[in-house]
C-alpha cells in the first residue's frame, strides 16, 4: 500500500532544518509564526521538501499564496499558531444541471490545468480529474452542463499518434451526441501541435472545439488555469466559431482571453502566461467571462445542422529538420535508412539550405521520401524562386509550403501520409489549405513584433502594458 504522504511529520526535512522544526516543536502543516534575525515576522503553513531539497531552509506557504525559504541561522523563534492538514486531493463535485444552458463536453488529457504539486519531488504532476476541476472553478455551473471526461492524464510532450486518434474520436463522438462545444484540457508545451492536428482529423464542425491549458499550476497565486478554463469554456458553450481553437490568456493581466486558429498558433514564450501568438495573421476573438469581440469574420460559424468530418489517419514515420550552417548530408542519409517518410525542412531565409545537402535531399526524394520547405522566421512564405538555391531545390523536388508553420506541416504530412503514400497525392493534399494552414497573404499587422529599448516603444508600453 503507498503510503500516506502526510503521515511524516518532517516530510523532506533533513540535517539542520529538521533540527530546527524539531527544536520548536513544529511539523510540517503547521501554520506558524517565524520571526528571524532581522526582526522580519513570516506567518504561514510549514510545507513538505523534495526529496532533492537542501537541508538549511524552512519552507512555509504565506497567507498571500507565495512561498517563502528561510535559512535555518536566521530563524530566532517559531511559534504555531494552529495545524492545517494537507489536501492532496480536491474531492469532485457533481455538476448541477440547468435546462436553459448548453451542454459541454471537457475531455481532459493532462498538463498543468490539470495538475497539482508533488511536494515528495517538488515536480508539478498530472493529477486532477476534469470532475476535479469543477471543484475549483465552480463558476462554471454559470455558464453551461458541464460533462467531464478523463481521457488519459500525461504531459503535453507525451502526445502521441494513438493519443491524437483517440482524442478526435471522443471529439466526433461528442459532437454526435449533440453537445453544443467541446472543451480539451491539454498542456500548453505541444498544444499546438495537437491543434494543428485536430484541425485535419475533426473538419467540418457544426460547434466550437476549444483547447485549453495554463502556464502556472492551480496552486500557484499567479495560477491562469482558472480563468483559461471559464474563457474556453464560455467560447464553447456560446462562441460563434466552430473551428478547433486555443484559448489562451491575451495580455499578461486578467484582462481578457484570445482565441487563436489552431493551424496558425505557437508557444512563443516558456513562462509568460500570454505566451501563445497567432503567426501570419491575427487572433479569431476576444473572450471575457462574459462577452466576445470578434476580429475578423473569416471564420468556420457554428451551425447544428452541419455534420463534422471525422478523419482520424496519422503516419508517425515524419520529422522537422530545422536547418543550420554547416548541416552534414548524413542527417538526411541516416533519416532515410530509418525509414522516414516525410522530411519538414525548417530553411533559412525564403527556404535554403547548403549546397552539400542537395544530393542527399535528390536521393531521398528518388526514394519515395516527401520532403517539404517552411521557413524558420515563422512569419512570411517560403519563395525558393527568388534565389538561384532556392530554385535549385525545387528542381530536386523540394516543395514548398508558403507561409504554414514548421510544426503546423509536421502535423498535417503526418496526416496526409496517414491517407496516402502517392508523391503526387501528397503534395496535392500538403498544398491544398484546409483551415488556414496555408493563407493568400499575411494582414498588415499579422507580423508585429515589439522591440524593447527603442523610444516610441517605450513609451507605448508606459500608456498600455498591463
Same mark, same amino acid.
Given at each position: 500500500?503507498?503510503?500516506?504522504? /502526510?503521515?511524516?511529520?518532517?516530510?523532506?526535512?533533513?540535517?539542520?532544518?529538521?533540527?530546527?522544526?524539531?527544536?520548536?516543536?513544529?511539523?510540517?502543516?503547521?501554520?506558524?509564526?517565524?520571526?528571524?534575525?532581522? $526582526?522580519?515576522?513570516?506567518?504561514?503553513?510549514?510545507?513538505?521538501?523534495?526529496?532533492?531539497?537542501?537541508?538549511?531552509?524552512?519552507?512555509?506557504?504565506?497567507?498571500?499564496?507565495?512561498?517563502?525559504?528561510?535559512?535555518?541561522?536566521?530563524?530566532?523563534?517559531?511559534?504555531?499558531?494552529?495545524?492545517?492538514?494537507?489536501?492532496?486531493?480536491?474531492?469532485?463535485?457533481?455538476?448541477?444541471?440547468?435546462?436553459?444552458?448548453?451542454?459541454?463536453?471537457?475531455?481532459?488529457?493532462?498538463?498543468?490545468?490539470?495538475?497539482?504539486?508533488?511536494?515528495?519531488?517538488?515536480?508539478?504532476?498530472?493529477?486532477?480529474?476534469?470532475?476535479?476541476?469543477?471543484?475549483?472553478?465552480?463558476?462554471?455551473?454559470?455558464?453551461?452542463?458541464?460533462?467531464?471526461?478523463?481521457?488519459?492524464?500525461?504531459? /503535453?510532450?507525451?502526445?502521441? *499518434?494513438?493519443?491524437?486518434?483517440?482524442?478526435?474520436?471522443?471529439?466526433?463522438?461528442?459532437?454526435?451526441? $449533440?453537445?453544443?462545444?467541446?472543451?480539451?484540457?491539454? $498542456?500548453?508545451?505541444?498544444?499546438?501541435?495537437?491543434?494543428?492536428?485536430?484541425?485535419?482529423?475533426?473538419?467540418?464542425?457544426?460547434?466550437? &472545439?476549444?483547447?485549453?491549458?495554463?502556464?502556472?499550476?492551480?496552486?500557484?497565486?499567479?495560477?491562469?488555469?482558472?480563468?483559461?478554463?471559464?474563457?474556453?469554456?464560455?467560447?464553447?458553450?456560446?462562441?460563434?466559431?466552430?473551428?478547433?481553437?486555443?484559448?489562451?490568456?491575451? #495580455?499578461?493581466?486578467?484582462?481578457?482571453?484570445?482565441?487563436? *486558429?489552431?493551424?496558425?498558433?505557437?508557444?512563443?514564450?516558456?513562462?509568460?502566461?500570454?505566451?501563445?501568438?497567432? &503567426?501570419?495573421?491575427?487572433?479569431?476573438?476576444?473572450?471575457?467571462?462574459? /462577452?466576445?469581440?470578434?476580429?475578423?469574420?473569416?471564420?468556420?460559424?457554428?451551425?447544428?445542422?452541419?455534420?463534422?468530418?471525422?478523419?482520424?489517419?496519422?503516419?508517425?514515420?515524419?520529422?522537422?529538420?530545422?536547418?543550420?550552417?554547416?548541416?552534414? #548530408?548524413?542527417?538526411?542519409?541516416?533519416?532515410?535508412?530509418?525509414?522516414?517518410?516525410?522530411?519538414?525542412?525548417?530553411?533559412?531565409?525564403?527556404?535554403?539550405?547548403?549546397?552539400?545537402?542537395?544530393?542527399?535531399? =535528390?536521393?531521398?526524394?528518388?526514394?519515395?521520401?516527401?520532403?517539404?520547405?517552411?521557413?524558420?522566421?515563422?512569419?512570411?512564405?517560403?519563395?525558393?524562386?527568388?534565389?538561384?538555391?532556392? *530554385?535549385?531545390?525545387?528542381?530536386?523536388?523540394?516543395? #514548398?509550403?508558403?507561409?504554414?508553420?514548421?510544426?503546423?506541416?509536421?502535423?498535417?504530412?503526418?496526416?496526409?501520409?496517414?491517407?496516402?503514400?502517392?508523391?503526387? =497525392? &501528397?503534395?496535392?493534399?500538403?498544398?491544398? /489549405?484546409?483551415?488556414?494552414?496555408?493563407?493568400?497573404?499575411?494582414?498588415?499587422?499579422?507580423?508585429?513584433?515589439?522591440?524593447? $529599448?527603442?523610444?516610441?516603444?517605450? =513609451?507605448?508600453?508606459?500608456?498600455?502594458?498591463?
Amino acid at each position: 500500500m503507498e503510503k500516506d504522504p /502526510s503521515s511524516d511529520k518532517l516530510r523532506g526535512y533533513k540535517g539542520p532544518a529538521r533540527g530546527k522544526l524539531t527544536e520548536w516543536g513544529v511539523s510540517v502543516w503547521s501554520d506558524v509564526r517565524i520571526l528571524n534575525d532581522a $526582526g522580519s515576522v513570516f506567518e504561514g503553513v510549514i510545507l513538505p521538501r523534495s526529496e532533492t531539497a537542501d537541508d538549511m531552509h524552512l519552507v512555509i506557504k504565506m497567507k498571500n499564496g507565495y512561498n517563502v525559504g528561510i535559512h535555518v541561522n536566521r530563524v530566532r523563534s517559531i511559534k504555531e499558531l494552529g495545524h492545517k492538514e494537507a489536501i492532496y486531493k480536491i474531492p469532485e463535485k457533481e455538476f448541477p444541471h440547468n435546462d436553459e444552458l448548453p451542454n459541454v463536453t471537457l475531455l481532459g488529457t493532462g498538463g498543468t490545468i490539470a495538475s497539482r504539486l508533488d511536494y515528495r519531488t517538488g515536480a508539478v504532476i498530472p493529477a486532477f480529474t476534469p470532475g476535479e476541476l469543477y471543484g475549483a472553478v465552480p463558476e462554471l455551473a454559470d455558464i453551461c452542463n458541464l460533462t467531464t471526461k478523463k481521457l488519459f492524464g500525461v504531459f /503535453s510532450e507525451n502526445m502521441a *499518434r494513438e493519443q491524437y486518434i483517440a482524442l478526435a474520436e471522443s471529439i466526433g463522438k461528442e459532437i454526435s451526441d $449533440g453537445v453544443n462545444g467541446v472543451v480539451i484540457g491539454h $498542456g500548453t508545451d505541444t498544444m499546438g501541435h495537437t491543434a494543428a492536428i485536430l484541425s485535419f482529423m475533426v473538419q467540418n464542425s457544426p460547434v466550437p &472545439v476549444v483547447v485549453v491549458g495554463s502556464q502556472r499550476s492551480s496552486d500557484r497565486p499567479s495560477s491562469d488555469a482558472a480563468l483559461n478554463l471559464i474563457h474556453a469554456v464560455q467560447a464553447a458553450a456560446f462562441g460563434k466559431i466552430a473551428e478547433v481553437q486555443i484559448c489562451m490568456f491575451g #495580455p499578461t493581466s486578467d484582462s481578457y482571453g484570445l482565441l487563436h *486558429r489552431g493551424t496558425r498558433c505557437r508557444k512563443m514564450h516558456s513562462s509568460y502566461r500570454s505566451t501563445f501568438r497567432t &503567426v501570419g495573421d491575427i487572433p479569431l476573438c476576444m473572450v471575457s467571462r462574459d /462577452s466576445f469581440q470578434y476580429l475578423t469574420d473569416d471564420y468556420l460559424p457554428r451551425d447544428p445542422q452541419r455534420q463534422v468530418v471525422l478523419d482520424p489517419l496519422y503516419d508517425d514515420r515524419v520529422t522537422i529538420l530545422y536547418y543550420y550552417p554547416g548541416m552534414n #548530408p548524413d542527417l538526411v542519409d541516416a533519416l532515410v535508412e530509418k525509414g522516414y517518410r516525410g522530411i519538414v525542412i525548417a530553411g533559412t531565409g525564403l527556404g535554403h539550405v547548403n549546397k552539400p545537402l542537395y544530393p542527399a535531399l =535528390e536521393k531521398a526524394i528518388k526514394q519515395g521520401v516527401h520532403v517539404v520547405m517552411t521557413v524558420q522566421t515563422l512569419w512570411g512564405y517560403a519563395q525558393m524562386y527568388v534565389y538561384d538555391t532556392g *530554385r535549385d531545390l525545387l528542381d530536386i523536388g523540394v516543395v #514548398p509550403l508558403d507561409n504554414m508553420l514548421p510544426e503546423t506541416a509536421f502535423m498535417k504530412l503526418c496526416w496526409v501520409l496517414g491517407h496516402t503514400d502517392k508523391h503526387d =497525392e &501528397v503534395m496535392q493534399m500538403m498544398r491544398h /489549405s484546409i483551415n488556414h494552414e496555408i493563407t493568400k497573404r499575411e494582414p498588415h499587422n499579422g507580423y508585429l513584433i515589439l522591440q524593447g $529599448g527603442l523610444p516610441e516603444i517605450e =513609451e507605448f508600453t508606459k500608456l498600455h502594458w498591463k
